[in-house]
């Protein structure tokens, strides 16, 4: 069973800066697309930003150009680069990854905590 394991959350202020990353327990090619999602106080769980094996890259509207994300395979790990955080970037991250081979299903991390507050 594939593991995804994220890191990276805590607390910033707002306008401040973040970096999560999800590294998976086996190589990334065996992804199709990765990506993060996020679950915010109120909200059903949201889009953040996927990645696809070409590194061809998704944004939801409310992280577009404010976020970056990008893959290494040479750590099979997919990081999120968070820029101009604000308060409504609160809330649990979690890793998704999508593999080739549909019969395994998702993947999903445990999810990390990202609080934005002064």
């Known amino acids: 069973q594939v593991q995804l394991v994220e890191s990276g959350g805590g607390l910033v202020q707002p306008g401040g800066s973040l970096s999560l990353s999800c590294t998976a327990s086996?190589?990334?090619?065996?992804?199709?697309?990765m990506g993060w999602y996020r679950r915010t106080p109120g909200k059903q769980r949201e889009l953040v930003a996927t990645?696809?094996?070409?590194?061809?890259?998704n944004y939801g509207d409310a992280v577009k150009g404010r976020f970056t994300i990008s893959r290494d395979i040479s750590t099979n790990s997919v990081h999120l680069e968070m820029n101009g955080l604000t308060p409504d970037d609160t809330g649990v991250y979690y890793c998704?990854?999508?593999?080739?081979?549909?019969?395994?299903?998702?993947?999903w991390g445990q999810g990390t905590q990202v609080t934005v507050s002064s």
């Open positions: 998704n990854a999508v593999p080739w081979r549909t019969t395994l299903g998702d993947f």
């Open positions: 086996d190589s990334i090619f065996m992804f199709k697309l």
């Open positions: 990645i696809t094996d070409d590194r061809d890259t």
